[in-house]
T-cell receptor, first 116, second 112 residues
Framework: GAVVSQHPSWVICKSGTSVKIECRSL??????MFWYRQFPKQSLMLMAT?????????EQGVEKDKFLINHASLTLSTLTVTSAHPEDSSFYIC????????????FGSGTQLSVL | GENVEQHPSTLSVQEGDSAVIKCTYS??????FPWYKQELGKGPQLIID?????GEKKDQRIAVTLNKTAKHFSLHITETQPEDSAVYFC???????????FGTGTRLQVTL
């Protein structure tokens, strides 16, 4: 199966600092990647769609200036949480479709962000 | 947009018994329905999927059924084992929106 690698697995940061999360497709190229956020005991909420070589598409209610997405290559997308605050603490998960269509997604292992 | 509802939210079964999780969707244009298993602190893992032109699909102890008319699909796990304990998510994919919509999840506990 397709492998999506996500780093770091967990990060603790101080309020006001920025945190970068990386998502890599290891054995396939992905022109599109998806970033999700998950609160404890809740479902996955799509934050944004990362598009290689162009701007990301953000879901309604997601601040694009706070959650910066860069998809500079066909195998790497990054999510930067800028000026993090305790309410940004959450589990962030990326995913990518190995095929041309976006239906079959493979997920990274997730990043637990804790903002103190 | 698509809305996917999932039931039950929690399910406890004894080892060896079967477990069934049900989902309904709202968008008749949805044509792909995957199921994911998520263990604590990990990302979701695709375990089985079904397309709208198929009514049933089986892979060893897991199976998925789809009723397009009623707009519902179900996950069946037979001969459950403790390692099946996890949170399971259903999802529906609509080509027009080009994204997956997830259900609310079912926490399955398999007891000895």
């Amino acid at each position: 199966g397709a492998v999506v690698s996500q780093h770091p697995s967990w990060v603790i940061c101080k309020s006001g600092t920025s945190v970068k999360i990386e998502c890599r497709s290891l054995d396939f190229q992905a022109t599109t990647m998806f970033w999700y956020r998950q609160f404890p005991k809740q479902s996955l909420m799509l934050m944004a769609t990362s598009n290689e070589g162009s701007k990301a598409t953000y879901e309604q209610g997601v601040e694009k200036d706070k959650f910066l997405i860069n998809h500079a290559s066909l195998t790497l997308s990054t999510l930067t949480v800028t000026s993090a605050h305790p309410e940004d603490s959450s589990f962030y998960i990326c995913s990518a479709p190995p095929a041309q269509t976006n239906e079959k997604l493979f997920f990274g292992s997730g990043t637990q962000l804790s903002v103190l | 947009g698509e809305n996917v509802e999932q039931h039950p939210s929690t399910l406890s079964v004894q080892e060896g018994d079967s477990a069934v999780i049900k989902c309904t969707y709202s968008d008749s244009a949805s044509n792909y329905f995957p199921w994911y298993k998520q263990e604590l602190g990990k990302g979701p893992q695709l375990i089985i999927d079904i397309r709208s032109n198929v009514g049933e699909k089986k892979d060893q102890r897991i199976a998925v059924t789809l009723n397009k008319t009623a707009k519902h699909f179900s996950l069946h796990i037979t001969e459950t084992q403790p390692e099946d304990s996890a949170v399971y998510f259903c999802a529906g994919y609509t080509g027009t929106a080009s994204k997956l919509t997830f259900g609310t999840g079912t926490r399955l506990q398999v007891t000895l």
